[in-house]
């Protein structure tokens, strides 16, 4: 009878797991080459990666093509419309932090194998994060993200800020993790099940229990953290600087979206019937994290710092959405997926030419990139193409990004939503303060030191920023593209 109920159990869809598989192939693939050939396998180990992330976006190409809803392990894990836009949204923004890794890596002299594989390994958690419905299943996913990723922020170890980096990362991310499982455990506690589907049965009702609102808040405010929401923010300027630049533009970019992935699927399927608790938390992060962000990004002489307060702005955009989910309804969703879409290629695209311009002029400082366009005219134009579609100029992809969360804005049509409607557009000034600051010593101040020597682009960080240019330029002209790959609120109230 035993053997009979084994052979009964479900199988597996290994198509499902495909994309995971792939990549965890590829992961272990990197260990056993630095294993066998050690020192000989640094050439080959950033091809690998890149190929095992690519090789990975296969099976999610396959099963978009396919249009079947897959759900395993009693609803914990989902293979659906949003969990593949997200998968291939991670899967590429990791290939463009691998080609932004190649030169940097291997010029810094660090453990160029243990790099990638610990970069893969926090890719494999995003993937896992994409699909996860059930807390024990996102949680786990979660940490996977995120160890590797604090053993990243110090790569830098014999750097004066390296260590700091990621100590800081590391405390402040414990701390928040405990605080988001404390939060879980009571969620548990109410609904009897972690699957996300049973708690929103669970907590909705006329009136939010004590309970129920203090579990939300520790959730949320776990996820904040990650999202570098204020006030949970102030590990990220220090870590983003600190951090060698890649994993910088690795955090700012798909941790960040990690973090706001795990947000809507328990914003809107775990916590969909608390508006009324949801909504006046984010309503009150999204004002303070865009608003402190930018006055904050206005005082910085560093661009690396200039662009991780623009982080935690662009954030609070991001935000925005979410304080209007109850009345936004299917718009919100779209708002935030579209938004993560378009921030990934134009901030990775911007840390790409920091990286470029700092090989030549060995600084950080915004005065050092005074009169970039009379030396290296194509990083002054592809640079102005990022900061400013991170403004929102037309028609570069950010003006999408930020019409869907005004649409969403607008569709709500309460008080509150006019009211951080209008916090949400002086903001977006405010911030075009600090890029059209870059802006202006590019194009208009001398240069910085009197050396207008070239500057040599390795053709891994060329084609990176290729594909981000491309990218942000097509979102802006062509926003239907991405608009389309945006729209999966149907797949995610499943």
Known sequence: MMLLAVFDRPSIDWHAFAPETVLLSALLLVLLLDVIFDERAKRIIPTVAGAGLLGALLPVVTLAVDGQDRFMFGGAFAVDDAALVLKALFLISGYVVVLLSIDYIRDGDYYENEYYTLLMSSLLGMLMIASSRDLVSMFVALELLSIPAYMLAAWRKGGPTSNEAGIKYYLMGVFASAVMLYGMSLLYGVAGSTTFADIGLAVSGEDASPLVVLAILFVVVGFAFKVSAVPFHAWAPDTYEGAPTPITAFLAVASKAAGFVALLQLVFVAFVGRPDVVEPLFWVLAALTMTVGNLVALRQENIVRMLAYSGVAQGGFMLVPLAVSGDAGDSAITAVVTYLIIYAFMNLGAFGVVMAVARKTRSGQISSYGGLFSYAPGLAV???????????????????????????????????????????????????????????????????????????VPAAIATAL?????????????????????????????
Request: aromatic share 12%; no cysteine; net charge neutral.
């Open 466 to 494: 290729v594909l981000t240019a491309v990218a942000t330029v097509a979102s802006g002209v062509l926003p239907q593209l991405v608009g389309r790959f945006g729209d999966i609120s149907t797949s995610l109230a499943l």
């Open 382 to 456: 592809a640079m102005t193409v990022f900061l400013a579609s991170l403004a929102g100029i037309p028609p570069l992809g950010g003006w999408f990004a930020k019409f869907v969360v005004i649409q969403s804005l607008f569709d709500a049509a309460t008080v509150s939503s006019a009211v951080l409607g209008v916090i949400f557009a002086v903001n977006t000034v405010i911030a075009f303060g600090y890029y059209a600051r870059v802006l202006r010593e590019m194009w208009f101040s001398p240069v910085s030191d009197g050396d207008s020597t070239p500057i040599k």
